[in-house]
């Protein structure tokens, strides 16, 4: 791999031991892809953030490199953690896997990375412009930052993620490059006036369809809230490993279906429609109809419109008292919320805010809840096994009238 004069003092130590390893890191991984040279990075994002993903040797990586006195060499964020750092005794998270989670954050704050815990980097400050190259794990976060925001970033994986924040830079290969953006699956989309649930089976269905495969998407408006793109991508990026897809007019390296092909010819379309839409959910849904214990939004996390969005929906309402309504948000949301009175609505109907985790990445698996309901894709993908749970998946009205009547009915 060719080094250019500063990166060959970086490997030989010459901005520190942390910084040396990263390099030695970067270096080797990048050989393994062939990468000809390393791409300087404007930010990076952390998915080692909580023990249920990274274990005790994730940790150990992020205490390695504060003990050799590493820092974020470019603007750092960090993925959820494990718990609510503030209301984890309350919500009955154990102690001694709260400790794992303070080493954690420990790490963190002195490795200088911005401890947000959140997987919407992009919605709290961190916003890569279109062509910026990326460091970035999460992969609802990826896919965003790949397919609508037209930054260039791989799925990077734990570990290498704190390489690349220290080092500034990530080898140059994959979704860096041009010929490696270029559409691979045509889906399109026959149905009109998409809701949000539709745009995230939609996503499901892509991820089933596409697989590591790049889709390009005909057929949806371009008027749409950011959240259905955000859901979307997540969802596909769960089901599949959907890490960047193009909606013509609205990716910014895709206005029109040729360019979204480049120079491969346009594959025969697979078509989206009523049935497929029927189909898709029908596999999202493991629970049987019956009672729920608890409804769970916010994967990704919630953003202030659906927060918005969920207090309309929740106004003089009531929750059963058998089920658990749990909205999973980025910190600063909550503090939005109550500010705006929805916090306040939403807690008078029975719903709680959990902030810094969320459903899949803490141990939700404690409560022991037989069936769930989601209005997210990616939740639904990964709720039963890390929930350990059935799943209805839904839309927020449904997710809503399921919590108040305290069953789904399918
Ligand atoms: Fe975010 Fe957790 Fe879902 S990290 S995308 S809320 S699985």
Partial sequence: MKLTTEEKEMLAGSQGPGCQLS????????????????????????????YKN??????????????????????TTVDPAGIDLERWKELGMPQDYAEKEWRIGLAVKKLDFIPCWTCTPYLCGQVPKVGDHLAWTESSAVIFANSILGARTNRETGGLDVACAIAGRTPYHGLHLDENRKGQVLIDVEIE?????????????????????????????????????IGMGA???????????????????APSLKMAFGQTSIPKPIPFGVKELKETKTKMCTAIPGAIDAVMVGCPHYTVAEIRELAKLLNMQKISPRVKFWIYTYKNNILLAQRLGYKEIIEKAGGEFIADTCMIVSHTELYGFKQIMTDSGKCAHYAPTEVQAGVAFGSIEECVKAAIIGEWRG
């Avoid at 390099?23 to 909580?50: C, D, T």
């Avoid at 940790?59 to 003990?67: G, P, V």
């Avoid at 995230?200 to 005909?218: C, R, S």
């Fill in 235 to 253: 969802a596909s990026a769960a089901s599949g490993g959907v890490a960047l897809y193009h909606i013509v007019g609205i990716t910014p390296e």
């Fill in 54 to 75: 990274c274990f005790e040797a994730g940790i150990e990586i992020l205490e390695k490199f504060a003990f050799l006195q590493s820092k974020a060499s470019i603007p």
């Fill in 23 to 50: 390099m030695e890191i970067l270096v080797e991984v990048g050989e393994i892809f062939n990468a000809p040279y390393l791409i300087p990075v404007r930010s990076a994002h952390i998915v080692i953030s909580n």
């Fill in 193 to 229: 006036n998409m809701t949000r649930e539709h745009f995230i089976t939609l996503g499901y269905f892509m991820g089933l369809q596409a697989g590591t495969k790049i889709p390009v998407i005909e057929g949806i408006g371009r008027n749409s809230p950011l959240e259905n793109y």
